[in-house]
């Protein structure tokens, strides 16, 4: 009999003994999939798990199919995979040959492509014809300003129409794109398109967030002089304020083109299509490489397959630009569904801003952040009642673990008969390791299992995989969104020590976790903030999923304080308004910190703060509060939304006995 954590034995006590929800046996493009399967692999897939063990034993047949399956345009070259004994290094399609633009721009009818909604609520759609006509203006465009393969287009642009055309007419063309929201400060411009030096940068004048307009021109003119390689600025107008003597307009840019047919540079399979930043929370933000073809073929896996999106879908994510999920969901174009972009506070002018629009325009994908869901849990919001969410099959959480009670509030709150998929995975690989799928009950507090072709497993502290205990989230074969390479890495020492330096050719993800009875998993936290009282590592997880049950307490963040030779764990709390830490209160955490999770959950010290520090996409940053509880300095600020919350727990006299 395994042992479990305290989080897995509380998610199978009470409500969860049985599912909160179960497929309801109509048909899906998974349970299709898998039954074509059958017949090309002459065995049986009585389940998710036999189809997933047969996706990563058979990587070659697999990825083969969900090619053909998922309509890829473009030629595989033959191959499927290029060395089947590595996993660095290793290439998928190696002499295929693909367009990522042409595959999003299949269908060109009058049928709508994208509708936008920024925050004051003014909308705006465009149809798949218009999408098609606007991106040719602009590859027109980049063209004449001399935009080549291999150039990199950056863009400092809001979750706005724009800016997917724009990715699409440089994808186009073979240049490689990369994206930051405007509310980064010069230097956090700076630390990431410095670095890759581009041609062309298209930015915004400014944007709306919490009932302000946000000006941007001054600061797009001092990063301007800052970059290195850049030959054009061009401004796209929001909020009318004008322009700037050191860029052009978009009318300007666009001035003399007509729409005409886009001519796709097909390029090699594993070509650079994004340059992704990490956090760049411990130091400047690392430049990660993703190719046309890796990123194409699974998004197309996990959108048709995994979340079941059809034709004439409608698909909302809340996203920024500067977050991997808004590429992720740019893709949602070639599975011909529409996007339903938002640009602004998902909380202005009250918490049901995201649903009104989503209940309108009959939203069958809704994905939000963790945090999120539980603001909306925190402020008691009841979004099924207010609204009409008939429509809605699929609710996808992700930015952080999802807390067991959480999984309850969705249920009772948003929608009894609802496919709630948290996922997992990052910047990383633009996608998923873990996340949910058709096919599988949804149990309390767990992520449904792997991703199809994703080997993910879990590994002790010596590299042994483990069905008994938590560890490291492991990936042990190759798949094709691996990145390509880390901009200007020689001889990839930044890849191969950011994934590879753990274990032998086993990416490593950092990500700390568990397994569950049912063939899913829980995640724990990050490895590299995990904390270690008495040798033992504990997932911050843990400890928040007790500490934010208490009522009083709106959100916590805890870290290890290095103490006395060892580690003990210091936590932080904010209250919610009227509320003071008091000796009752502070023995209610403890208690149910010691009861719901383990004694050694418990934290030395309990202390109330106004603010936690987070990054620009919404997590908050345990490493960068440890870092200035230690008093070492915390590298790259500028990958923060609030720095200055990081004030609040410098030179604390309770931290100093």
Not at 72 to 99: C, E, H, L, Q, Y
Not at 180 to 185: K, N, Q, V
Not at 474 to 501: H, I, L, Q, R
Request: with cysteine; charged share 25%.
């Amino acid at each position: 009999m395994r042992e479990v954590s305290p989080d897995t034995k509380a998610a199978l006590k009470g409500k969860s003994e049985s599912p909160l929800w179960r497929p309801s046996g109509g048909k899906t493009a998974m349970a299709d999939f898998s039954k074509k399967m059958e017949t090309k692999a002459g065995r049986s897939f009585p389940d998710y798990q036999s189809l997933w063990h047969w996706s990563v034993d058979e990587k070659e047949a697999f990825w083969d199919a969900v090619w053909d399956y998922c309509g890829v345009i473009g030629d595989k070259g033959g191959a499927v995979i290029s060395d089947k004994k590595k996993m660095f290094g290793t290439k998928f399609f190696p002499k295929g040959r693909i367009n990522y633009a042409e595959n999003l721009l299949r269908r060109r009818d009058g049928s709508a492509a994208i509708i936008f909604r920024d925050e004051k609520g003014g909308e705006r759609s465009l149809t798949f014809k218009e999408l098609y006509d606007q991106v040719s203006l602009w590859q027109q465009a980049f063209i004449k300003a001399g935009v080549k393969e291999g150039d990199r287009v950056a863009a400092y642009m809001p979750n706005m129409p724009e800016t997917i055309i724009a990715m699409l007419a440089a994808s186009s063309l073979g240049a490689v794109w990369a994206s930051a929201s405007p509310d980064f400060g010069v230097q956090g411009i700076v630390d990431r398109f410095g670095q890759i030096e581009p041609k062309i940068l298209v930015a915004v004048d400014g944007y709306y967030y919490g009932g302000k307009e946000l000006d941007c021109l001054a600061k797009i003119k001092e990063a301007q002089r800052q970059i290195e390689g850049l030959e054009k600025t061009v401004i796209v107008p929001f909020l009318g304020k004008g322009a700037l003597d050191t860029a052009v307009t978009q009318t300007e840019f666009l001035k003399g083109f007509k729409p005409g047919e886009v001519k796709f540079n097909r390029v090699d399979f594993n070509h650079p299509l994004f340059i992704m930043f990490s956090s760049g929370t411990t130091g400047a933000p690392k430049c990660i490489v993703h190719g046309h073809g890796g990123t194409l073929i699974q998004h197309l896996k996990e959108h048709k397959l995994h979340c079941d999106i059809h034709p004439g879908d409608k698909v909302f994510y809340f996203t920024t630009c500067g977050w991997m999920m808004w590429n992720w969901l740019a893709s949602v174009l070639a599975s011909e569904a529409t996007l339903l972009l938002f640009d602004g506070s998902p909380f202005y002018p009250d918490g049901n801003v995201l649903w009104e629009y989503t209940a309108k325009h009959k939203c069958t994908f809704f994905g939000t952040s963790a945090k999120y869901i539980d603001a909306l849990k925190g402020g008691d919001m009841k979004p099924g009642q207010a609204h009409d969410l008939s429509p809605l099959r699929t609710l996808a959480s992700t930015g952080s673990p999802l807390l067991h009670e959480s999984f309850d509030y969705v249920y009772a709150a948003v929608k009894s008969d609802l496919h709630l998929a948290s996922v997992s995975g990052g910047t990383d690989i633009v996608s998923c390791f873990v996340l949910g799928n058709p096919l599988s009950p949804v149990w309390r507090g767990e992520i449904q299992g792997p991703g199809l072709g994703m080997a993910v497993d879990v590994f002790d502290e010596d590299g042994t995989p483990t069905e008994e205990s938590s560890g490291e989230l492991v990936c042990t074969k190759p798949f094709p969104c691996m990145p390509v390479s880390f901009w200007n890495d020689k001889g990839d020492t930044k890849y191969k020590a950011a994934y590879f330096e753990r274990f032998n050719d086993i990416w490593c993800h950092g990500d700390w976790v568990e397994k569950t009875p049912h063939g899913g998993f829980i995640i724990h936290g990050r490895s590299d903030a995990t904390l270690n009282p008495g040798g033992v590592r504990i997932g911050t997880a843990e400890i928040y999923r007790q500490v934010e049950q208490v009522p009083a307490v709106k959100e916590s963040i805890a870290v290890g304080q290095d103490w006395d030779g060892d580690v003990r764990v210091i936590l932080f709390v904010v209250l919610k308004d009227g509320t003071k830490l008091d000796e009752a209160l502070m023995k209610d955490i403890k208690s149910r910190i010691r009861s719901g999770a383990s004694p050694r959950h418990v934290p030395a010290k309990i202390i109330q703060v106004t603010d936690i520090p987070r990054t620009k996409s919404g997590k908050i940053t345990e490493l960068a509060v440890r870092d200035v509880v230690m008093g070492r300095k915390v590298k790259n600020i500028e990958a923060l939304a609030n720095p200055e919350a990081l004030g609040l727990y410098k030179d604390l006299s309770e931290l100093k006995s």
